[in-house]
Nanobody, 119 residues
Framework: QVQLVESGGGLVQPGGSLRLSCTASTDRFAVNGLGWYRQAPGKGREFVAAITSGGTWKLADSVKGRFTISRDNARNTIYLQMDNVKPEDTAVYYC?????????????WGQGTQVTVSS
């Protein structure tokens, strides 16, 4: 079983920055696949970014050049650095995890953290 805990959400002005964190807890092996999805009001969940314990990563086209994903394997924690945020980045951000080396197929999910971009 994997537990995922997100933190770092909040209110930020357009053009500002925010950093989200997700820590995976497990009594088994390393959680090799970790990533972020988001869901805006009235819309479906969409992929944002992902990274494996081996360092392979992927970003959605909508956030390339603005968001960066990184990982601390010793802490089983990933970070989403969000720069130059836009109102359309407003959403609940969910952390997903898997024991597999996957970038988009997660078995476990966190509770989500709200990000609101508004002036």
């Amino acid at each position: 079983q994997v537990q995922l805990v997100e933190s770092g959400g909040g209110l930020v002005q357009p053009g500002g920055s925010l950093r989200l964190s997700c820590t995976a807890s497990t009594d088994r092996f390393a959680v090799n696949g970790l990533g972020w999805y988001r869901q805006a009001p009235g819309k479906g969940r969409e992929f944002v970014a992902a990274i494996t314990s081996g360092g392979t990563w992927k970003l959605a086209d909508s956030v390339k050049g603005r968001f960066t994903i990184s990982r601390d394997n010793a802490r089983n924690t990933i970070y989403l650095q969000m720069d130059n945020v836009k109102p359309e980045d407003t959403a609940v951000y969910y952390c997903g995890g898997s024991y597999d080396y996957t970038l988009d197929n997660y078995d476990y999910w966190g509770q989500g953290t709200q990000v609101t971009v508004s002036s």
